[in-house]
């Protein structure tokens, strides 16, 4: 028999414990608290009253700013230029980074595998500044490497960042060499994870590399690909450095992105409470498109 006295020394004890997990915890909810819930809370409160940070806090107007800010032409430019991006960008990191990822993990013969998972990783940690200079260098339409290359093989020239029809895919280009060396270390770590097992018994069934691909690695790669369609769609609807750097929303807002439209709204036409809607309008949109994604793409698989 366990006496009371034991029991409350057990409670105590417990007590104690609950108390320090939540001195560790105090911490990280006070950040996520300041940092995150109180300026969501705040754009909510901005979406009905016209708010400034000169006049400070103005009269309740109902839906009044939220008609404003969904009827600006503006708006509706940035989603699509957004989307557009979207659509000529995540694909394309996808696919090369699962390439490259298949090239450097522990099955490929390909040497110096070490070097080149380095050099793919690097602009990644690469400031995004620099990255945008360069870029715009490689893009010039008069000296930059692109055309002179386009020189040299006798096509024709292009204007790259200063063409409407030409800036989101070179936007897109940037992006993905951005972003690349990210997704392949997620792929290639699921690649490695993979039984060798698995390969071994396809190829004594007289499977080739492709079926070995498309019937091993692809379903249990599925976790990895989900992810890093999660972060990319994510990462590209919030995409702000590279055309705010490269291009400032042009030529004639050809590559002003949704993010770009809410920065210039709230602090160039110093309309904080329009940029706030907006950016609720883009926090339901993305929240939107990851529960489609995690419930359409996911796959429980088993070998």
């Not at 957004?82 to 990822?101: E, G, K, R």
């Not at 490929?108 to 050099?119: D, E, Q, R, Y």
């Not at 602090?267 to 706030?276: G, V």
């Amino acid at each position: 028999m366990i006496s009371r006295a034991h029991l409350r020394q057990l409670s105590l004890a417990r007590i104690q414990e609950e108390r320090t997990g939540w001195l560790f915890v105090a911490p990280v909810m006070l950040y996520v608290v300041v940092v995150f819930l109180l300026p969501v809370l705040f754009m909510f409160y901005l979406a009905f009253f016209r708010w400034s940070p000169i006049e400070g806090s103005g009269p309740f107007v109902g839906l009044q700013i939220v008609r404003e800010a969904l009827t600006d032409p503006l708006l509706w430019t940035s989603f699509w230029n957004s989307a557009t991006f979207l659509l000529a960008s995540v694909p394309a990191t996808m696919i090369l980074s699962l390439l490259a990822a298949t090239a450097f993990c522990r099955r490929s013969p390909l040497p110096f595998k070490t070097f080149f998972k380095v050099a793919y990783f690097l602009p990644l940690i690469t400031s995004l500044a620099a990255t945008a200079f360069i870029w715009l260098w490689m893009f010039n339409p008069s000296y930059g490497l692109f055309n002179t290359v386009l020189d040299a093989l006798g096509l024709p020239r292009l204007n790259w960042l200063t063409d409407t029809s030409q800036v989101i895919p070179s936007l897109a280009i940037m992006y993905v060499w951005v972003r690349l060396g990210f997704d392949m270390a997620i792929f290639l770590a699921g690649l490695e994870g993979i039984p060798e097992e698995f390969y071994e018994a396809a190829t004594l069934d007289g499977a080739g590399e492709c079926q070995s691909f498309l019937k091993i690695t692809l379903p249990l790669l599925n976790p990895q690909l989900v992810l890093v369609g999660v972060v990319e769609v994510i990462t590209a609807l919030r995409t702000f450095d590279l055309p705010y750097l490269a291009t400032h929303g042009g030529p004639l807002n050809a590559s002003r992105t949704v993010v770009l439209h809410i920065y210039d709204t709230a602090f160039h036409y110093n309309e904080p409470s329009k940029a706030s809607v907006v950016a609720l309008v883009l926090f339901a949109v993305i929240l939107l498109i990851t529960f489609v994604q995690l419930r359409v793409a996911s796959r429980q698989v088993d070998y």
